[in-house]
């Protein structure tokens, strides 16, 4: 089986799809810290409200982020906390340690 037939590329290479937009990265991030209304996003990545409602469902659904209604607002949080690790690594690679030319992953 070729890794264009592999459901488990697919699903990684639909994974990473999820998270391809500047808002969505950005929104992982502060979800790092806890918790987030939609609110709080929308003003994190000046948006309107469509718009991040719209990055946040391709997010829940790929499973990155689960949501919680308390009362009128709804809340945010990372489903998988480690996914800031893979950031880490990818800074690495952005970054790389100029004494030796190869990107470091350090966490």
Do not use: W
């Not at 500047?22 to 409200?49: N, Y």
């Not at 919680?68 to 945010?76: A, E, P």
């Not at 480690?82 to 970054?95: G, K, P």
């Amino acid at each position: 089986m070729t890794a264009l037939n592999d459901p488990h590329y697919k699903q990684r290479a639909d994974l990473l799809k999820a998270m391809a937009h500047p808002s969505r990265l950005r929104m992982l991030a502060a979800l790092e810290d806890g918790p987030l209304c939609v609110c709080d996003l929308q003003k994190i990545v000046g948006s309107d409200m469509s718009t991040v409602s719209k990055h946040l469902s391709v997010m829940r659904a790929a499973g990155l982020v689960s949501d919680q209604k308390r009362g009128l607002q709804v809340f945010y949080e990372l489903r998988v906390p480690c996914i800031m690790r893979f950031f880490a690594c990818m800074e690495s690679v952005l970054n790389p340690n100029e004494s030796d030319g190869e990107a470091v992953c350090t966490t």
